[in-house]
């Protein structure tokens, strides 16, 4: 009675009529069973009007007809002693026979070890895969279960066959067991050694299916990021499986990594990976093996300006922003540069002469097929003079610029003349750059040159006013310093931050100077500074004199850590906000997540911007105190994308200032501590910033002249700002209003 009221029930809920699905139960490994097993079949349907879900018992081995209306049906099934899993039925109008797969268990068992006074975990899970895939029908699919635990002993549920398995605890490395053999009476482990941290692990697989190689695979991990303190090459190598490429890196920091494989001449692109606490990270897709290609690069013309072959250089971006270190080679005399053993990846070319200067700098995207690249070098002839003050100087003239993609330094004579050969348009304000050590004079200017007389070339006379600085380094007793850096800075915004070093009896002197105020600061090796000095160069010929007092630094220091675990390798920067400051220092936090970051004496408030591996970066304005800080991060990060008025490195015009917690900083100063990715907006005159791994809370965006920035410390005026929320792993999107 109870099953003709189920059917009416059925039958009520559709009216596109009822079919009769006959389930069979087929257990794997196929071996005569004498005990009956009952499994429960949940059928949940699709279609949201396809009914209820319904429950069925089947018995294992036997035939079992149920009615169901048309449509599609999720199907569950579990049984005592048996593994499924979930498929999808299709009733189509006529009655018809399915085949449910469930795959026989037993017991794997193991005991746990842990390090001296830890504790033991709660939880244990079992991944497993086919060892042999190929094997035929009966290989169990891949499939993960919970185990029990008990102390330091577990026990789970898993397939019989050949597995490949991974026990994984919370928090502890992973261990992996290859080709196990379970059969009906079960399986000891043995004891599993748990330690704390993370892990990564991948696979490797060659670009021809089917090849195989009895080479040796090696897999290379290495930081993201590079901060001048690490060496560039692999931090850690491994070697991956011969028989199904498998590797792992086991008590990895938290972190941006970047993984590769190589096998003898072949090579895999470098993947990025995140580690976050202690988790483990497995990268979705394998590190592909593939055949090394040839760049052709044929520069026209084929030798330099002074007859000698080009000098090349090729280094791959590692990041969107940041490049690994450069192959370098020089070209033929048919000015034909051959490049073999690359990866697919993008690089950066630099061609200059033979000597120095790079001619030019260019970006290429090398993909399956080796390319010849064919490039044109403009070429300028210039000469000109140098003279400081109405008077001839000796030193460097760099055409371009320090640190610029393209520049071409030039010798100044004696009687400060100097020629060469440019790549630069003449009808173009150029820049230029002036080193002198005697005297010491750094100077930089925009000038264009003009056509000579003679119609032969273009004139470049660089005149510089003859003013300077001159001073002392002192300490508190009054003794001179010869052990320090002075860094000195145009308040104006038109000059680079300039360093000279003090003599032995702490004298210093730069000359040089455009009119205009500048402020100095000393640091000795001692960890000592001195407050920023400002003065005012151009009242007269007399340069100016100044004494810089250093006294033992302060400092603030604290700890980093996440919910799981200390945070090794953040940097760690503190921005005084009552005093005038030159150039921060950042500290990088230890392994134990410690730092402890200088500051300048006297210092009571500052911004502090913390910047750690793989978690969001973390402003906050806060007084300085003795106690120390402890700056907790999560696994919250958001991104903002910002749009701004076009990025210039300069204090007058308004700029995007970012503040958050009450901390100010300029939008430019993310673009090398977080990869921001910096592109034109949509808007003439504004720069599209998007900034990742950031901190959820309140943001404020503001378009302001960076020599007033401070001043949103205090306040925030409506009229210059805009406002939002950036949720946690959400998005925020702020334009300046300058930048609608």
Known sequence: ???????????????????????????????????????????????????????????????????????????HTSAAGYFSVDSILRIRGADEPVTLQLWRTATLRGKLSVEKEAIFPSALAVRWNAADPGAGGETPPDGSSPCIVQKDVFSCNVPLGA??????????????????????????????????????????ALLSRGAKSSATTRVFIRQVTYDGTQKREALLTTTARPDNGFFEFNGVAAGEYLIGAMQEKLRSREMSVSVKGTSESEMNEPLVLEPPLTLRVVIDPKMDPEGRSWKISLSAFRTERSLDSPRQAFAEEDGVSTWNDLLPARYLLSIGSHLRGTALSKEIDLHDNSPDVFVTIPSTSVRGTVRLGGRPIS??????????????????????????????????????????????????????????????????????????????????????????????????????????????????????????????????????????????????????????????????????????????????????????????????????????????????????????????LKMVHLHVRRDPLTVTVEQNAGSLELDVPELRDTLDMPQGVLVHRGAVQSVMSFLGSREAVMSHGTVTGTTHVSVPMMEPGDYALCAVPLRSASALHAILPPQDCVFGTLAPFGSLHLATRLGQ
């Open 1 to 75: 009675m109870k099953r003709i009221w189920s059917l009416f029930f059925l039958m009520a809920l559709s009216d596109r009529g009822l079919s009769a699905a006959e389930l069979f139960l087929k257990a794997l490994p196929t071996k005569p069973s004498t005990v009956a097993s009952i499994a429960i079949v949940t059928l949940t349907p699709i279609d949201p009007t396809g009914g209820e879900s319904r429950k069925v018992s089947v018995t294992v081995g036997e035939p079992s007809s149920v009615p169901l209306p048309e449509g599609s049906w999720h199907v």
């Open 163 to 204: 597995l490949n398995l991974r026990l994984r605890a919370p928090a502890y490395i992973t261990h992996f067991r290859w080709n196990v053999k379970v059969d009906a009476g079960g399986i000891d482990v043995g004891t599993l050694a748990l330690r704390h941290g993370a892990s990564i692990v991948g696979r490797v």
């Open 395 to 616: 030193g460097v003239l760099t055409i371009g610029g320090h640190s610029a993609p393209v520049s071409i330094p030039l010798d100044v004579a004696e009687d400060g003349g100097f020629s060469g050969t440019v790549p630069f348009d003449p009808k173009s304000e150029w820049i230029v750059a002036f080193d002198s050590t005697s005297p010491p004079v750094r100077a930089t200017r925009n000038i264009r040159p003009r056509e000579t007389a003679e119609g032969e070339g273009w004139q470049l006379d660089v005149s510089l006013d003859g003013w300077g600085i001159d001073g002392n380094v002192v300490d508190a007793d009054g003794n001179p310093v010869a052990k320090a850096i002075i860094d000195i800075y145009s308040t104006d915004g038109q000059q680079p931050i300039m360093q000279v070093r003090p003599a032995a009896d702490g004298s210093f002197s730069i000359t040089g100077l455009a009119a205009g105020g500048y402020d100095l600061a000393a640091k000795s090796f001692r960890h000592e500074s001195s407050d920023a000095v400002t003065v005012h160069v151009g009242s007269d010929d007399d340069a100016t004199r100044v004494k810089l007092v250093v006294t033992p630094d302060d400092e603030i220091k604290g700890q980093v850590i996440s919910p799981m675990a200390p945070i090794a390798g953040a940097r760690v920067f503190a921005f005084p906000t009552d005093k005038t400051w030159i150039v921060a220092v950042p500290s990088l936090s230890a392994p134990d997540g410690s730092f402890r970051v200088p500051l300048a004496p006297g210092t009571r408030e500052i911004d502090l911007v913390v910047s750690p591996p793989g978690f969001p």
